[in-house]
């Protein structure tokens, strides 16, 4: 892994290998994965040394789902991208709300690996409920 050209980091969710005395790492297009996990569920403020760093999707939790909100929120995420993720370019941002009625709206970005040329996609699943059935 250290002759990795896109990166290499922490695993999302850190995990530890105890065996080996070390943390799990991810290299690459997975390492680009966390990385874009990472900055849509951070809020802007949570990191001392990067308070810019995030996208503030909690913030749109409790919206009516509309044409400005659906905009909103795609112009929040290209924003963080082009500001925190320098190894894509950003190619789309597209929102699935056809399970708003179970309040769930699936963010749908896709991109392009600058240094490979190589596309892909990311979905990240924004949940607009709370968690109503947790077992205590």
Request: net charge negative.
């Amino acid at each position: 892994m250290p002759d990795s050209f896109l990166g290499t980091g922490w695993s999302f969710p850190p995990a530890f290998d105890k065996m080996a005395g070390s943390v799990e790492m991810t290299s690459d297009e997975l390492d680009i994965q966390c990385s874009l996990q990472i900055l849509l569920t951070t809020r802007p403020g949570e990191r001392v040394m990067q308070p810019d760093y995030g996208c503030d999707l909690d913030e749109m939790l409790f919206e009516p789902m509309t044409t400005t909100f659906m905009t909103h929120i795609s112009e929040m995420i290209k924003t963080a991208i082009l500001y925190y993720e320098p190894r894509i370019q950003l190619n789309n941002v597209q929102i699935d709300d056809n399970q708003e009625a179970e309040g769930i709206i699936l963010i749908i970005i896709d991109y392009t690996v600058s240094t490979t040329n190589s596309r892909f996609n990311y979905v990240f699943p924004y949940y607009k409920n709370e968690g109503t059935e947790i077992i205590s």
